[in-house]
């Protein structure tokens, strides 16, 4: 446990260097969890794992998904950003342009009434 331990430790170190402007000075417009896992020398889904371990590195996670997410904000509203590009990475945050019409149609029915009631002239 000792070693697991020590390589979640260097690997902390290491995604908080990351987070903390390392993904620029690596060439990084944004950071990503991708950039992280290339940054730190390790794959995705040891990331995953390792924020099931430890709650700072779940944090950090959320850190890069946050800084990610305000960077796409204001560089795609500067225009310094592809605004396609912005839009689709944006849909990973719950941004849509989409607009969500809801319809609700109630039909009564009143069966104490005689069919032919239906077809009777008010």
């Not at 902390?12 to 944004?30: D, W």
Request: proline share 2%.
């Amino acid at each position: 446990m000792t070693g697991r331990k020590s390589n979640l430790d260097t690997r902390l170190k290491k995604a908080n260097e990351y987070v903390n402007h390392g993904y620029k000075e690596n060439g990084g417009l944004i950071p990503s969890i991708s950039g992280l896992s290339l940054y730190i020398g390790c794959s995705r889904s040891s990331l995953y794992n390792y924020a099931h371990e430890s709650e700072e590195f779940s944090d950090l996670l959320e850190t890069v998904k946050a800084i990610q997410e305000n960077e796409l904000i204001n560089k795609g509203l500067s225009g310094e950003f592809n605004a396609t590009i912005t839009k689709l990475m944006l849909a990973n945050h719950g941004y849509s342009d989409k607009q969500q019409v809801e319809q609700n149609n109630h039909v009564r029915v009143d069966f104490n009434k005689p069919l032919s009631a239906l077809f009777e002239d008010d």
